[in-house]
């Protein structure tokens, strides 16, 4: 089979696709969230609920059945097709600690590359009933409304960070981290997509991500840039038994500023 | 007129006039959001929007109307009756600049103290439909539901913070925010009304609260203490032109262990 260039009516379906998976993932959440949610305890010591898996498995099949090729990429499962051209990428739940505390912040992760390029990207947060999505050539979207990021702005920075953690795990950049809390001080720390969902909308002004596993990032950089920001990778390491990657992302000015207080 | 002794009958009808006021914020709020909110710049750099007028007034115009002998200090306007035993305490919308860039962690604050001791307090979400309340001698609520924090965990601390610019504005105590990034390095930021609601359901283990006003911390001690957590204040302090406050609170076991990170 040659492989099939994704041209506009192939990204338009893939990107309806993409939506109906998130619609899956919210399906299996609210489920879950309904009958309560237990967590337990991975060996690295964070938290898995029955949630992850069951999203992650109903997404995987989903794909299987209509996009019997493609690749998945997910962090609680192997790697399916990992030589496939397209790969979907998935955190069925970013966030796992604040959905089994009952904090709404959390959301699922799900992006789809395409020989490495992302192709499109959807963070869906069931309890905040809001939706980010993008997909290449077709703009970012805020459920229906297309989302523009300002150009520049003389406000303040609004900035949300990793916590401390991030920037000590696997690798010790905490001098990172406080350099940059008392060069930018009004930060807000939330979860990963959350912060990546309030730079697409504009309504954080940049987001500086440290030592993230290539799924907590597999949407954010479509959406920022189909919305006009900018998205750096600014470390790109082999650590912890995998690759680690850390980002600064938003409006153009502001990652240039944010860039400038990290070597 | 003699004063009225708060006995069980007078707390519970107070505690149902708190939540019809909850109930008239959110809906000038919500009406503020249909109508789409915007920003403009106070004195001292901060944002404020008629949605933060609009509730207080109405909130005040309530009260008068009610419970014309009680006393009322709001964010936005001078306090009426100051020597009453009776004080309303307003934050009417905590997290404006949230409000104003649509991320949805805002919330009103409202609380109600007997001769300087706190009698009630409720924190309302209306973009989360959250809403947390209690009132003394009679637990403290997360809509209906009864909310009980734990003794003591042994789980890796679960920790809310004020960003570094709270730490340093009026007095620099950013050593402080320094050291409690160090040490309790899994830690959150958000607005003040959030954590606090957070800490009172048991969804993080401990906050600490850095040179706060009154009216940031008006329902949060009777929250917390009513859900059978502790809360001490740590610092009182007269800088900026008023009484400032710092805060932690939470887990018993928790607040010592943070409490300890703090000369």
Do not use: M
């Amino acid at each position: 089979v040659a492989d099939t260039v994704p041209d506009g009516t192939l990204i338009a379906s893939l990107h309806e696709a993409a939506l109906d998976l998130a619609d899956e993932a919210r399906a299996v959440i609210g489920a879950a969230l309904a009958a309560g949610v237990r967590g337990e305890r991975k060996e690295d010591g964070t938290f898995v609920t029955p949630a992850d898996r069951d999203v992650e498995q109903r997404l995987r099949a989903r794909i299987v059945e209509r996009f019997p090729d493609h690749g998945v990429l997910g962090e609680e499962f192997p790697p399916l097709h990992p030589e496939a051209d397209y790969q979907w990428i998935l955190d069925p739940v970013d966030g796992t600690e604040e959905l089994v505390a009952g904090i709404p912040t959390f959301g699922s992760i799900i992006g789809l590359h395409h020989r490495g390029r992302p192709l499109l990207g959807v963070l869906d947060f069931p309890a905040l009933d809001f939706r980010v999505h993008a997909a290449r050539g077709r703009g970012c979207f805020r459920d229906g409304a297309r989302l523009h990021i300002a150009a520049a702005d003389d406000r303040p920075l609004r900035v949300a960070l990793s916590a401390r953690a991030n920037f000590t795990r696997y690798l010790d950049d905490g001098v990172i981290f406080d350099r940059l809390t008392r060069a930018l001080p009004n930060h807000r720390i939330y979860r990963s997509c959350l912060a990546q969902a309030l730079a697409a909308t504009g309504s954080v002004d940049v987001v500086v991500e440290w030592h993230d596993r290539l799924w907590d990032l597999a949407a954010v950089e479509i959406l920022i840039t189909e919305a006009g920001g900018e998205y750096r990778v600014v470390r790109d390491q082999q650590a912890g038994g995998g690759r680690i990657l850390s980002a600064v992302f938003g409006r153009r000015d502001a990652v240039a500023r944010a860039c400038a207080l990290i070597d």
